[in-house]
Each structure stands twice: as structure tokens, then as C-alpha cells.
């Protein structure tokens, strides 16, 4: 268990609807990064956040958005869905270390999405 | 193609070892990393080497990188069927952000 948090486990929903997936960071991380895994393009970055604000972005589309709240979980909501979005979504979370020490990234067990 | 290059399948039996290899393009990359993927499940952190470091080996798990070549490997010692999964590398670039590569199955036969 790497102590981040993800809901709902899986949803199916159809064309067009909008959803809203859930991460919840390992308690003192202030680090939240989103990622997609797709059969065809496999891991991809999406986004990350950092102590409520936005630090990077990555292939992420212009339908796809996200924030970190005051108590650090996040949020990424996908709208306009198309059966395209069907994939995995991983929340990842970390602290940023100094020195040697690597800023790693602990993973979620997932969303799995289902467009219909 | 991909940043990271892993090749897709291989196959062991149990009690052998296992190498999978990773190629990575990003000569500045300060970390590299191995995770696993068990079927349904999420990413687990494994192992990652410092890119001044030529080996790290951390139980039945040694990492080998070859910063000349961009080559990272992963070497699993007495594989075992619980090892059976996908195997991600990955390099850390500005901003954090990990790239992967495409992952290697490996099949543990009893």
C-alpha cells in the first residue's frame, strides 16, 4: 500500500458525460501528479500540482482539467468523454527532498474509465 | 516512438535470473526508475538509481546504468512466479514529470 488514494476504483459512463476522479496524497506530500495508461499510448503525464498550485503540464487535453484543494487532494475532472478516454488513471504524490534523496513519486492504485 | 525504449516480453524460469533492459534519451535526467505493474493493479515503486551512480543493488534487485550509452537494466535474482508482471522504467525530467517506457511483461514459468 503506497498510502495514496484513488476513487472510485472503476466507472462507466457514456459519450459526452463529464466525471470527477479523486486522489488523495500520502500524508505530508504536497506534490499530486496525474497519469493516463492507454493501450496505445501507454503512460502518459498529464499534470501535476503542487501545494494547490499548478507546476507542469503535460499531454493533457484542453477537456481535461484539474486543481489540489487546501488539504492537498485533487481532483481531475474529463468532460466532453469520448470512447478514446477509456484508460487508467494513476494519482501519484510526492515530497520534494533535498540532496541526494530521489523525489519519488508513490502511485495509486487507479481509476479505471469506461466510455461507452 | 518513445522516449524510453523497453523491449515487450520475456520469459524466465523460476529459480533463473531476469535482465530487462531500458534505453533512455534524456542525458540530463538526475533519476531513474523501476516500477511494477501486477495485473489490475497499480504502479509499485521497485527500485531508482542516481545518475552518478553506476549500480545499486538492493536484495534480489542489482540496477545497472550505463550513462555513456543511456542504458538502464534491471537485474531480479532467483525470479520467482510472484515476479510475473509489467516492468516500467522511467526518467525524471524538469518539472518532475516521469516519462516511461512501454513496460516489459515478464513470465515467470514454473
Known amino acids: 500500500d503506497s498510502g495514496v488514494t484513488q476513487t472510485p476504483k472503476h466507472l462507466i459512463t457514456a459519450t459526452g458525460q463529464r466525471v470527477t476522479l479523486r486522489c488523495s496524497p500520502r500524508s505530508g506530500d504536497l506534490s499530486v501528479y496525474w497519469y493516463q495508461q492507454s493501450l496505445d499510448q501507454g503512460l502518459q503525464f498529464l499534470i501535476q500540482?503542487?501545494?494547490?498550485?499548478?507546476?507542469a503540464k503535460g499531454n493533457i487535453l484542453e477537456r481535461f482539467s484539474a486543481q489540489q484543494f487546501p488539504d492537498l487532494h485533487s481532483e481531475l475532472n474529463l468532460s466532453s468523454l469520448e470512447l478514446g478516454d477509456s484508460a487508467l488513471y494513476f494519482c501519484a504524490s510526492s515530497t520534494p527532498k533535498t540532496g541526494l534523496d530521489a523525489d519519488t513519486q508513490y502511485f495509486g492504485p487507479g481509476t479505471r474509465l469506461t466510455v461507452l | 516512438g518513445e522516449d524510453v525504449e523497453q523491449s515487450l516480453f520475456l520469459s524466465v524460469r523460476e529459480g533463473d535470473s531476469s535482465v530487462i533492459n531500458c534505453t533512455y534519451t534524456?542525458?540530463?535526467?538526475?533519476?531513474l526508475y523501476w516500477y511494477k505493474q501486477e495485473p489490475g493493479a497499480g504502479l509499485q515503486l521497485l527500485t531508482y538509481?542516481?545518475?552518478?551512480?553506476d549500480m545499486k543493488q538492493d536484495q534480489r534487485l542489482t540496477v545497472l546504468l550505463n550513462k555513456k550509452d543511456k542504458h538502464l537494466s534491471l537485474r531480479i535474482a532467483d525470479t520467482q512466479t510472484g515476479d510475473s508482471a509489467i516492468y516500467f522504467c522511467a526518467e525524471i525530467h524538469a518539472g518532475n514529470m516521469l516519462t516511461f517506457g512501454g513496460g516489459t511483461r515478464l513470465m515467470v514459468k514454473p
Open positions: 500540482y503542487y501545494n494547490g498550485e499548478e507546476r
Open positions: 538509481i542516481f545518475s552518478n551512480m
Open positions: 534524456d542525458s540530463s535526467s538526475t533519476y
